[in-house]
C-alpha cells in the first residue's frame, strides 16, 4: 500500500511534465490481489505437495518484476561489459544472450519463498541471487570490473561474492552443497527454525559429494532444501549425454524431491515457501529441481550454439520468457498496467547505466592492498612478493 | 633459588600427548558452545585412536558427531559450519583420508576470507594423526606438513609433545582462521612432564613461535613432530663429544617462524633441518631457501643440510620402513658432516 502511494505521489509531482496517460495511472483502481493457478509439481516420495494456486498480490507483483528486470538488466550490462573487455575472466550469467529469459524466476522465486534470516549457497552463477540476497547492483558490477568499490573489494569477481547469509558464489562445481548442508547443521544447531537453500546444477548433480551431502543431512535431518537448477546443459553437454538418470528430484533417493516449473516465478514460490514449511517442521532435507533453459552460452566464452541449434534455442524462449509471464498475468488481472511496468523498466535501466558508470569509473583496489585479508582478527604481517624484495603488508 | 624449589618442589604431572589433545579440546568445548567435534569414530568409539575418549558421554550428541566414510562430505560440512558461525574440530583419521577433502580444506575453508574482501571468516580446526606410523604401508603414510604448508591463508601446527599439544589444539580452536593440526600417532600414547601452567584452562602456546628446546653453541637443529625427540637424542649424545646441538621445535609450520632459525644460526653458523616427509618442495627446502634470502646466510660456515624421510613411498616390512624414516644415527651424521667432523 505505502508503495503505491509513493508511486501515486511520484506520478502526480511529474504530472505536469508528463504525457496525459501518466496522470490516468495514478487514478485507476488496480486489483490488490489476483488468484493464478499455478503448474503441478512431480512428486517423489510425497503425499501432496505445493498448491496448485496462489495469490499475488500487487505489490509483491511489483517487486518480483522489478527484481526480475533489474537481474536480467544487470546481466545484459555485465555481458556488455565482458564484451568491451572491462570484465575479465569468468562471467557466468544468468540471463540470455540476444534474448532476455531465464533465470531470473530462479533467483526471484525462491527469495520470495524464504526469509532474510534464512541461508542461501549457489555456485559461480551467482550474480542474481547477490541482488536478491541483499547487494546492490553497484557493488555487484564494480566487483565484476574489479574495482574497490566492489562487494568483495575486487579481490573475489564473478564467482566470489558474499552478503549476509548468502555464501556465494563457488568456483569449484558441487563444493558447495556440502558447505550448504553444514550452514544448514548450523541452522539446526543454533535452534532458530533457519533453513538452508543449497542451490547446484544439472551438471553438478553428477558430484559424489553431493550424495554424502544428501546422506548426511538425511541421516541429521538437516534443514537443508537442496536445489537443482536443471537448465538442461552443462557447459557443452547435455543432460541425457552426462546422467544415466535425468530425473534430478528423485536422485537424493531416500531424501523426498518435487520438479518445479523454473520459468515461473510463482510455481518457483510456492514450491520453496512448500520446501521451508517441510524442513522447519524437522523432517529433514528435502530437494527440488528447478527447470530451466539456459539460452546463454555456458559463460561469456561459449556462444552456445555448436551444441544445439538456434531452432531449440528459439523455441524456448518464445514460449517461456519469465518476466513476460509475470507481466502478461498481472496486466491481464488488473494488478498493474502496462505503462507503470513500462515506468519501472525506464527505472531499472537508469540504475543499471549508474551502476555501470561507477563500475567503469571507480579505481581498482590500490596495491598496498594486495595482501590483506589473509587471516582474520589477526595483528598485521608481512607477505611475500614476487621477489624477496617486496613485501606487501597483510591486514585483517 | 634451587633450596627453595626443593622444599616446594612437587612431582611434575606426566602427562601423555593424547590426553593433552584431549584434556585441551574439553576445555574449549566447556568454554564455547560453539565448538563442537565431528569425524569418523570420534563419538561413540572415543575416537580411533582414543583421542577423543569420554567426549560424547560428557557433551552429546549435538557437539560430538560421528559421521559416515565420507571425507569430501563431511569436511565441506564443517567448513559450512564454520561459515554459519559454528567453531568445528573436523578430524581426519589420519591425513592421507584428506586428500580426498583437500578441496574443500584449500579452496572452501582458507581462500574464502581473501577472496571475501575479508567478510567470510572459517573458523575452523582440521586435524588428526599425520606421517609415518609403524607398519601401516604407503598410502598411510604420508606426511602433509609441505602440501598444507604451502597455501597462504591457512595456518598449520605440528606439536611435538604434550605442552604443544595442549596448547596448540586450544590456540587452533580459539583462532578464527582454518588451522590444519599435524599430530603424530607414535606420540599419542608418550607421556611428558606436564609443567604447572600447561595445566591451566587458559594455558595457550601461539601459533607462528617456534621454541628453542635446547640450547646449543655449535650447530642448530631444527625440526618438528616426532622427530623433534629424535634430534634431543642425538644432541644428547654428541654432547659427550662436546658437541652443543641448538634444537629448535618448530611447533608452527605456516606462519613459519624464521626469526627463531635465523638468531640461532648467527649464533651457531651452522643449520641441519630435520622432518619425517619427502625432500623435495618439503619444510627443510623452504628453510633453507629462506635462510639464503636472510642475514643468517653470511653467517654459515657450511651449506644448510636437509635430513628427511627417503624419497619413495613408505615400505612395509620393519627393515625397509626404519631406513625410510631419519633415525637419531642419520641426524649425528649429517651434524657431523655439517661441521666437518
Known sequence: ?396 | MAAVSGLVRRPLQQMTVRDAINQGMDEELERDEKVFLLGEEVAQYDGAYKVSRGLWKKYGDKRIIDTPISEMGFAGIAVGAAMAGLRPICEFMTFNFSMQAIDQVINSAAKTYYMSGGLQPVPIVFRGPNGASAGVAAQHSQCFAAWYGHCPGLKVVSPWNSEDAKGLIKSAIRDNNPVVVLENELMYGVPFEFPAEAQSKDFLVPIGKAKVERQGTHITVVSHSRPVGHCLEAATVLSKEGIECEVINMRTIRPMDIDTIEASVMKTNHLITVEGGWPQFGVGAEICARIMEGPAFNFLDAPAVRVTGADVPMPYAKILEDNSVPQVKDIIFAIKKTLNI
Not at chain 1, 559461480?124 to 565484476?144: C, D, K, N, P, Q
Not at chain 1, 543499471?352 to 582474520?376: N, R, V
Open chain 1, 1 to 396: 500500500m505505502r508503495k503505491m502511494l509513493a508511486a501515486v505521489s511520484r506520478v502526480l509531482a511529474g504530472a505536469a511534465q508528463k504525457p496525459a496517460s501518466r496522470v490516468l495511472v495514478a487514478s485507476r483502481n488496480f486489483a490488490n490481489d489476483a488468484t493464478f493457478e499455478i503448474k503441478k509439481c512431480d512428486l517423489h516420495r510425497l503425499e501432496e505437495g505445493p498448491p496448485v494456486t496462489t495469490v499475488l498480490t500487487r505489490e509483491d507483483g511489483l517487486k518480483y518484476y522489478r527484481m526480475m528486470q533489474t537481474v536480467r538488466r544487470m546481466e545484459l550490462k555485465a555481458d556488455q561489459l565482458y564484451k568491451q573487455k572491462i570484465i575479465r575472466g569468468f562471467c557466468h550469467l544468468c540471463d540470455g544472450q540476444f534474448l532476455p529469459l531465464i533465470q531470473e524466476a530462479c533467483c526471484v522465486g525462491l527469495e520470495a519463498g524464504i526469509n532474510p534470516t534464512d541461508h542461501l549457497i549457489t555456485a559461480y552463477r551467482a550474480h542474481g541471487f547477490t541482488f536478491t540476497r541483499g547487494l546492490s547492483v553497484r557493488e555487484i558490477l564494480a566487483e565484476l570490473t574489479g574495482r574497490r568499490g566492489g562487494c568483495a573489494k575486487g579481490k573475489g569477481g564473478s564467482m566470489h561474492m558474499y552478503a549476509k547469509n548468502f555464501y556465494g558464489g563457488n568456483g569449484i562445481v558441487g563444493a558447495q552443497v556440502p558447505l550448504g548442508a553444514g550452514i544448514a547443521l548450523a541452522c539446526k544447531y543454533n535452534g532458530k527454525d533457519e533453513v538452508c537453500l543449497t542451490l547446484y546444477g544439472d551438471g553438478a548433480a553428477n558430484q559424489g559429494q553431493i550424495f554424502e551431502a544428501y546422506n548426511m543431512a538425511a541421516l541429521w535431518k538437516l534443514p537443508c532444501i537442496f536445489i537443482c537448477e536443471n537448465n538442461r546443459y552443462g557447459m557443452g553437454t547435455s543432460v541425457e549425454r552426462a546422467a544415466a538418470s535425468t530425473d534430478y528430484y528423485k536422485r537424493g533417493d531416500f531424501i523426498p524431491g518435487l520438479r518445479v516449473d523454473g520459468m515461473d516465478i510463482l510455481c518457483v514460490r510456492e514450491a520453496t515457501r512448500f520446501a521451508a514449511a517441510y524442513c522447519r517442521s524437522g523432517k529433514g532435507p528435502i530437494l527440488m529441481e528447478l527447470q530451466t533453459y539456459r539460452y546463454h552460452g555456458h559463460s561469456m566464452s561459449d556462444p552456445g550454439v555448436s551444441y544445439r541449434t538456434r531452432e531449440e534455442i528459439q523455441e524456448v524462449r518464445s514460449k517461456s520468457d519469465p518476466i513476460m509471464l509475470l507481466k502478461d498475468r498481472m496486466v491481464n488481472s488488473n494488478l498493474a498496467s502496462v505503462e507503470e511496468l513500462k515506468e519501472i523498466d525506464v527505472e531499472v535501466r537508469k540504475e543499471i547505466e549508474d551502476a555501470a558508470q561507477f563500475a567503469t569509473a571507480d579505481p581498482e583496489p590500490p596495491l598496498e592492498e594486495l595482501g590483506y585479508h589473509i587471516y582474520s582478527s589477526d595483528p598485521p604481517f608481512e607477505v611475500r612478493g614476487a621477489n624477496q624484495w617486496i613485501k606487501f603488508k597483510s591486514v585483517s
